[in-house]
Structure formats: C-alpha cells, structure tokens
C-alpha cells in the first residue's frame, strides 16, 4: 500500500498514477509561480508538498483542480487529463481557508452536505447520502457539533468541519491545503487520527503543509518547491537550519519527550 | 377588506406577495457569497432597460428583464475575467445604467423623469393586467430556481472553490445566480421600486440571521420577513397614501431591529444551555495552571 519515492519510469513496482502533473508552469498576475513541475502521486501514497510561502504550492494544487489556468504542461487525474476529467466523486478536497463560515449562518451539517453533492443526482439526498454526512463528522469527532452554527466554532473545529465534507464523497483521494494552519494541537491530534484511518483504508493523499508537525509518521514522501520548482523529491526531509538549531524543538503530543524532526529542507 | 373591491389594489398585492418571496429567496445567496449589493447595481442597469421601454414603446418590464439580465451576466463576466479593478468597472456599470435611463425616458417622446419615478419608488396604481401575468411568470422561474436548486446554490455560494471539485457547473450556476437577481429586481420593480429593490433581497436575510443557526431556518425565516413586510407595507401604502417602496423597506428595517434586540437575550440563553451541558471536568471559567504541559504546545 505505502508506495515509497517513485520516478516517471519504475511504473512496475508502484500503483496506477492518481496524480500526474507535467511540466506544469502557471502565471498569476504575469509572474511566474511555477515553472515547470513534475509531480506524480501514485494510489496509496501520501505525499506531502512542502515550501517556504510564495514557493507555489498552493498554486500547484489550485492547478490541479482547475482553479489556476496552466500556461503549458500537462495535468492528469486517474489517467484523464484533467480538463475532461469529471469523475469528481472520486476527489475530496480541503481549501486552505480559516473559516467554514460564509455571510449567512449555516449548520455542520448543511456545509458538509455540499461535499456530498458529486455523490447525489441532481443533489438529491438519499438516506445514504444523510448516512455519509453523519459518517464524515464522526470520523472527525464533530457529530456531537452537527446542528450547531459554524459561527460558532473554534478554529480547529472550523478545520475539521472543511475535512469533513472533503470525506463526505468518499473520496479515493483526498487533496489539502494546509489541512493544520491555524489548528489548535487536540484538533491537530484528531485530524491526525482521521488521516491515519484514511491512509489504513487505502485513500491517496496529497496534502501541502508548511511543517510535517503531528502528521509526519504518515508521509511516504515529500515534495519540496522553492520558487516554483521542485527541488526535493524523495522521503521527508531532515530538519536543516533554522529549525534544526537546539532550541527549536516544538513540542508535539505524540511523543512529547523525543526530539522531533520538524521543519523544511531550504 | 374594502381594499380588495379595487382591482388594482389587487394586482398590488399579489404583486406585493410575489415580491416578498422573491426577494429573500434569491438574496439569501447573494449575501451568503458576500455581495449584498450587488441587487443594487442591477436595479441601477435595469433604469436603462426601463428607459428603453418608454423610447421604443415596449412593456418596461419585459424590456428591465432583458437589459438588467444582460447587465448581471456583465458583471459575473467581470467578475471572472476583471483583475483588480472590477469594482471600477462594476461602478461604471451602476451609473452607466442609472445615466442611460434618465436619458432614454427624456428622449421618448412626451418622457419626462416624472415617468421613471413610479419606478424607482415603486408604485400601487401603476401594476397593470399585463404586469401581472409577466410578474407572475417571472416569479415562478425565481422560486424554481432558489428552491429546486438550494443544494447546488448552496455549495456555489459558500466556496466556490470547493464547488468546483464537486464537479458542479460553477460558472453556469454564477450567471443563474445573476439573471435570477436581474429577473427578482424586475418582478420587484413595480412595488417597491428600483432604487430600493435591493433592501429586500438583504435586509429580510440580515434580520432572519440575528436568530438562526442554519441556512434552512434563515431561508424560511426572511422569506416570512420579506412577505410580512411586503403586504404590510402595501395595505400601510393604501391607506396612508405613501409610496409603497418605502414602507416596505422601512418595516424591513424596523423587524431588523426588533430582531436584533430579542437576538441577545436569546444568544445569552444558547450561551447558557451549552455551558450548562458541559461536562463538569471542563470549566467554562479559565483557572491558572501551576504548571506547563506538553500539550500546551509551548516549546521554549
């Protein structure tokens, strides 16, 4: 199940590509962000995308699911190039935002059933449909929350509720943008678990993190960018320094009293 | 009711009613993706289709529809392909629009701006047989639309970016969005008036919010607000001889406020219950800790 570091020709030892990104260059406001990435994440893996801010890898990602136009290259999901991709119940994906909210209030429920809707037809909600939702907040330990507003939410809940609805589709991967910004540690400890289960029944991940942090027992490999191209592609790399330096051990729930290797390759 | 024996108070009010409903219904979602005001800049284009009308002698609100329809499909266009200087161009359009109207009017023959003004205050006398049947059809499209679409709609207007990945048409439902706003600011446009069109699309919604926790109860709840508020500010109209656009938005604003105070006292008591069924291991008080803990998370 877990693929280690793959290269474009082994394609014997590893799983089908779920992910293919190639020579992949975007623009954003007539800078260039990336400049000619190759990526391929095969079934089963979890891939981690690493880079300081502004290295392009959230734009990579936003790329992926069609948010950012491409200026050249190519992208795959499944084998379908993506612009005729549209098997979409098969992706969850996880925005990087800091609130679930938006203008009018609206229950955990309600913002996890909109992930449910590439399972439905014509959006309607069947009671397996009901079921996945009510699933997908237990998975993240929000169902007690479920008819609460999400006005009302802690950050790290916030988080939970928007993997939630990427886990509502029962997706066979799952995409994150900073799945842990801004995530107090007893929601990063959950959200940890959620994953754990996922990687354990087989789904593909690519998340985009700015430090493994609690996650990192769970990533096969890493990539890392550093102004839009890929400068480390192989297992997580070790704490070099700034956050190598004694001093800058965070202090991780998991295993409080081990050193940790956190931090960028840079 | 001996204001029911007029046929045009008639008119008025089912005019009033299907007003109520719309309203709400679609602003809702323009709230929800945070462009409350975006029923305003339609209702300033649609002047132009209004004075288009009067020039060429065609229903205004049929020729509203189309020119206002057109007009909210211009501005989801600029705001996909517009860089940082969309709110210009939405500006342009708004003024563009209301200049247009007063314009068009003043070169119809015989048009004067005292034509346009049952328009932008909205007006009980002028809803004609023939408006009725237009605002009925009209009506009927808007409800379709932000019922049977909720879902959809839904997940469109509280992030779009994720919608995308549910494989929802996301541009096609923007623009439904947008030519149902359009549509929504006509069918408002003889009761309440162009220029206040837009008070019923947010202010229902703003007011339903002070109580609600789901969209669901927010959605029913303006809409009760926008009918409540329509057919009040009509009869009020009728009887004390005043435009019938501003006593409608007035009374949204007055249930707004009223909302708004009953909000806190009933917020308090939601702060209660929860505090109540808290566990007793987990104060709602903070108390000092002697010591740190790892799960502090602090690392020094």
Known sequence: MSATAGTEGDVGAMGEPVISLRGVRADLGGRPVLRGI????????????????GSGKSTAVRSLIGQVPLAAGE?????TPRHRFREWARVGYVPQRTTAASGVPATVTEIVSAGRL????????RKADREAVRRALEEV???????????????????????ARALACEPE?????????????????????????QVAAGTTVLLVLHELGPLEPLIDRAVVLRDGCVVHDGPPPEAVGQHALPGHDHVHPHAAADPIRTGLLS | MELLDHAFMQRALLAAVLVGVTGPAIGIYLVQRRQPLMGDGIGHVAMT??????????????????????????MELIRWYGRTRGDIALAMLFYGGMAGGVMFVNLAPGGSNANLSSYLFGSLSTVAPEDVTAISVLAAFVVAVTLGLRRQLFAVSQDEEFARVTGLPVRALNLLVAVTAAVTVTVAMRVV?????????????????????????TFAIAVALGLGSTVGGTVTSYYQDVPPGPTIVLLTIAAFLVL??????????????????RPAGDPAECAIPATREPSDGVGV
């Open chain 1, 38 to 53: 190759d990526l391929t994440v095969r079934r089963g893996e979890v891939v981690a995308l690493l880079g300081a801010n």
């Open chain 1, 75 to 79: 992208i795959e999901l499944f084998g």
């Open chain 1, 118 to 125: 590439a399972r439905t037809r014509f959006g309607l909600f």
């Open chain 1, 141 to 163: 330990g929000m169902a007690d929350r479920a008819s609460d507003s999400a006005f009302a939410l802690s950050g790290g809940q916030q988080q939970r509720v928007l993997i």
């Open chain 1, 173 to 197: 991967l799952l995409i994150m943008d900073e799945p842990m910004a801004g995530v107090d540690l007893a929601s990063q400890e959950v959200l940890a678990g959620t994953l754990r289960e």
């Open chain 2, 49 to 74: 289709g209004v004075g288009l009308g009067f020039l060429l002698n065609t229903s205004p609100v049929w020729m509203a529809t189309a020119v206002s329809a057109l007009g909210a499909v211009l």
């Open chain 2, 193 to 217: 008036g162009l220029i206040l069109v837009s008070a019923l699309m947010v202010v229902p919604v703003a007011a339903a919010q002070q109580l609600t926790r789901s969209f669901a109860a």
């Open chain 2, 260 to 277: 708004t105070a009953l909000a806190t006292p009933l917020a308090r008591r939601r702060a209660r219950a929860l505090a109540a069924a």
